[in-house]
């Protein structure tokens, strides 16, 4: 099946910083994909839907300066969360869908801990 | 709005039953319907994926069926054992396309030995 990576797979950094996180589709090319967050014991919320070389749709109460969505090539997404808080503190995970798939790919996630 | 709900949310059998997942959505109008499997702190692996037009798949001990006028599908897990343990996702791809997958908020099961 088609395969999708996210680095880091988990990253730990200090209030008022930056993180940055990658998804990339490995062996298909990814004309939509997909951000989610998963607080713990909670299911998976969509954040945002990216198509390649467009602008973002984010999901209600989503703050798009805050999480920075670029989806510039047909193989990675990435995510930017600005300014970090500790309530940002989550598993984020990425997935992707090529135009002739009937699924979405999931990445494995990224743990982020903000301190 | 499209929501999905699991029930329910937490499982505790005997290793060897047979046990029986819930989910159900309030819109019809789906593309597909899948179910998942997430261990703690892991990302997510795919067990089935039904098609709006299928009323049931099968992977081994798992099969999963979906009523999609009813607007519900079950995950039967025959013979269950300690490492089926996890937290078992339900998500439906609505029927508009470039929408995203829509999951409920998971049954977790415990398999004891």
């Known amino acids: 099946g088609a395969v999708v990576s996210q680095h880091p797979s988990w990253v730990i950094c200090k209030s008022g910083t930056s993180v940055k996180i990658e998804c990339r589709s490995l062996?298909?090319?990814?004309?939509?994909m997909f951000w989610y967050r998963q607080f713990p014991k909670q299911s998976l919320m969509l954040m945002a839907t990216?198509?390649?070389?467009?602008?973002?749709?984010?999901e209600q109460g989503v703050e798009k300066d805050k999480f920075l969505i670029n989806h510039a090539s047909l193989t990675l997404s990435t995510l930017t969360v600005t300014s970090a808080h500790p309530e940002d503190s989550s598993f984020y995970i990425c997935s992707a869908r090529d135009s002739a798939a009937h699924e979405q790919y999931f990445g494995p996630g990224t743990r982020l801990t903000v301190t | 709005k499209q929501e999905v709900t699991q029930i329910p949310a937490a499982l505790s059998v005997p290793e060897g039953e047979n046990l029986v997942l819930n989910c159900s959505f309030t819109d019809s109008a789906i593309y597909n319907l899948q179910w998942f499997r997430q261990d703690p702190g892991k990302g997510l692996t795919s067990l089935l994926l039904?098609?709006?037009?299928?009323r049931e798949q099968t992977s081994g001990r798992l099969n999963a069926s979906l009523d999609k006028s009813s607007g519900r599908s079950t995950l039967y897990i025959a013979a269950s054992q300690p490492g089926d343990s996890a937290t078992y996702l339900c998500a439906v791809r609505p029927i508009q396309a470039g929408t995203a997958l829509i999951f409920g908020k998971g049954t977790t099961l415990s398999v004891s030995s």
């Open positions: 039904i098609q709006s037009s299928q």
């Open positions: 062996d298909f090319q990814a004309t939509t």
């Open positions: 990216s198509n390649e070389g467009s602008k973002a749709t984010y």
